[in-house]
């Protein structure tokens, strides 16, 4: 998918927590392709100590209105200074990056999926829930947070599917974490799509290993460029695993196939003997590679 | 229009501005932002004889007005390169240049003979400067009888324009451009990283995963053009400066130190389009100042 590098214009702020804002961005011209799971580098004007771009996935595309919605957490400085941003105010954006989830091609009518989000995490699941719906796909969010007012846009999730919360203190829904909801234990899904800490992604990803459901998860490693040039982001995959999806890739028009990489050497995997480190894996860019992996790719046992 | 054209031995380039190892990956990454083949030159990740998986994450720390990096030499050996890397890069036409690491004489020599090979790569980079790897690298460049070895030894094989990429963390970098210089280098780049660390006070551990870094970006650019200025009066053969480079006025400031191009390294990652915006800006500043060729203002700082 082309990249492009836009002035967006902030169209609204809004705190929808304590910490956490929605910002939402439009343009003049229609806004690019983007699929649900990948995500924006945006510039932080204004703020000292803030140097490189900071990571943002995609939480939202509304077609109709011409925008982008951005869900984010205020964890630092840079953050802390685009949620001060106004009405009108530009967002220097680099966009679309990376691979997003897997949507399935074709009206499947029936096809159980699992949304899984924590935290911030909830936010690609968004858009993710609107173009699996369009498809027909049978969908049950699973959102997990700390209290009941941690739980964020309930009410936009619900227009896409059913919605099942956890919270830790029992304030909402089912009391614990989203791997103890029972839903996983009366019910059976086809797909699991994860987004959110990676103790949480880790642990619905055992669950999916036991059930032998597949499972993408999205990753949020470290990361400078978000183009795959600077190799900060790495995560370790699997050389023999299954790398290939059976699941054909869309970017949400249902009618365009992605191909998963733009021709670029560095997302071939490769046995490496050059050091010490083990041959079964090697590192691949999460901005580039994923964010989004199959977790029969990942390296995780635990 | 004035004329930017420069010339580094017979390494002939269209204007003075080109990429820095690792941070413009295989220039395909950022064909959606740039026209390649309006890059003076494009210097392509660090590429040794055998595969690298690099260091284990996390590989990056940002710091006020730069960041550390500690990738280590990921790469998939030159013979990846040749076979499959170059030939996607010829239809983009722009001016490439390999950056060659190693941990031996023997093994820079192997290295740079298959490049040399290579028809439509004009010149090398020697990297003998990375402060990231244990078995090599810097190692070699931070003594002038270490640095005076590689070059050599690479001399022999060979034979088209060689580039020697020097380290700042010495105690007189003069010395050692002097050496390869003596040895047959046709130019020195400078300055690779900065060896710097970060920690995390909460965690009370280091943040990057072999403790140290590289420390590039604005934050190094007075240490990089001092450097520049005092090397491009001890040695004949060209200079290429680099370090926290971001605009044409940065890019100017190093020519008239001495350099006869520059490098543009960590500011890609901030601006995927900087390089051509650098081009231009240098090309607007000669004209406003009646200036009809770029070189002329090579050297004016006396």
């Known amino acids: 998918m082309k990249k492009y590098i836009l002035d967006l214009t902030v169209r609204s702020v809004e705190r929808v927590h304590e910490r956490y804002v929605l910002i939402k961005l439009t343009q003049q011209d229609a806004l690019p392709p983007m699929t649900p799971g990948q995500f924006v580098e945006v510039r932080v004007d204004g703020s000292a100590s803030t140097f490189l771009r900071r990571p943002i996935s995609i939480n939202f595309v509304d077609k109709e209105k011409n925008e982008l919605w951005l869900l984010v957490a205020t964890v630092g400085e840079g953050t802390k200074t685009l949620a001060k941003m106004k009405s009108g105010d530009k967002l220097n954006c680099v966009l679309p990056l990376g691979n997003g989830f897997t949507i399935p091609c074709g009206r499947i009518v029936g096809h159980r999926m699992l949304l899984a989000g924590g935290g911030v995490g909830v936010a690609p699941l968004l858009y993710l829930g609107k173009l699996l719906k369009e498809q027909g796909v049978d969908i049950t969010f699973l959102l997990g947070a700390r209290s009941a007012k941690d739980l964020l846009m309930l009410s936009e999730f619900e227009k896409y599917g059913r919605v099942l919360v956890t919270t830790e203190d029992g304030s909402m829904g089912e009391k614990g974490f989203v791997t103890n909801h029972s839903v996983l234990q009366k019910e059976s899904f086809d797909m699991i799509q994860v987004c959110g800490p990676t103790p949480m992604m880790k642990a619905v990803a055992r669950y999916a290993r036991e059930k032998d459901i597949e499972c993408e998860v999205s990753l949020e490693n470290l990361m400078a460029c978000g183009l795959g040039a600077c190799l900060c982001c790495v995560e370790k995959v699997r050389v023999d695993g299954d790398a290939s999806s059976t699941v054909t890739k869309s970017d949400g028009d249902a009618s365009t196939t992605v191909t998963k990489s733009d021709g670029d050497a560095s997302s071939t995997v490769t046995k490496s003997d050059g050091d010490a480190s083990t041959t079964e894996a090697t590192n691949v860019c999460v901005c580039k590679d994923g964010p989004v992996f199959n977790i029969k790719r990942l390296l995780w046992q635990d | ?302």
């Open chain 2, 1 to 302: 229009m004035a004329r930017l054209e420069v010339n580094i031995g017979a390494l002939k380039m269209k204007n003075p501005v080109m990429t820095a190892s690792g941070t413009f990956g295989y220039g395909l990454e950022f064909q959606d932002f740039v026209d390649l083949k309006g890059i003076g030159g494009i210097i392509v990740k660090g590429t040794t004889l055998k595969p690298r998986e690099g260091n284990d994450y996390p590989r990056m720390a940002e710091t006020p007005q730069g960041m550390l990096n500690c990738v280590g030499l990921q790469n998939k050996g030159v013979d990846y390169f040749c076979e499959h890397i170059y030939p996607q890069l010829l239809p983009t036409e722009g001016n490439y240049i390999v950056n060659v690491s190693g941990s031996s004489p023997e093994d820079y020599a192997e290295c740079a003979a298959r490049v040399d090979a290579l028809e439509h790569i004009p010149a090398i980079e020697l990297n003998i400067s990375c402060p990231n790897v244990k078995d090599g690298g810097m190692a070699f460049g931070v003594t002038c009888a270490g640095a005076a070895s590689v070059v050599k030894a690479v001399r022999k094989a060979y034979h088209k324009t060689l580039i020697v990429k020097l380290s700042p963390n010495v105690t007189d970098i003069t010395e050692i451009a002097r050496a390869v210089e003596a040895e047959g280098a046709d130019s020195v780049s400078l300055i690779n990283t900065l060896m710097g660390m970060a920690v995390n006070i909460e965690k009370r551990c280091k943040t990057l995963s072999i403790g140290t870094g590289g420390l590039s970006g604005p934050c190094v650019k007075p240490v990089a053009l001092r450097m520049v200025y005092q090397v491009a009066k001890a040695v004949k053969i060209p200079v290429i400066g680099l370090g926290g480079i971001s605009t044409a006025e940065d890019a100017i400031e190093f020519l008239m130190c001495g350099a006869r191009a520059v490098e543009i390294g960590t500011a890609n990652f901030l601006d995927p389009a900087v390089t051509i915006k650098v081009r231009d800006g240098i090309n607007d500043w000669l004209d406003k100042h009646g200036v009809a060729d770029v070189n002329d203002i090579v050297g004016a700082i006396q």
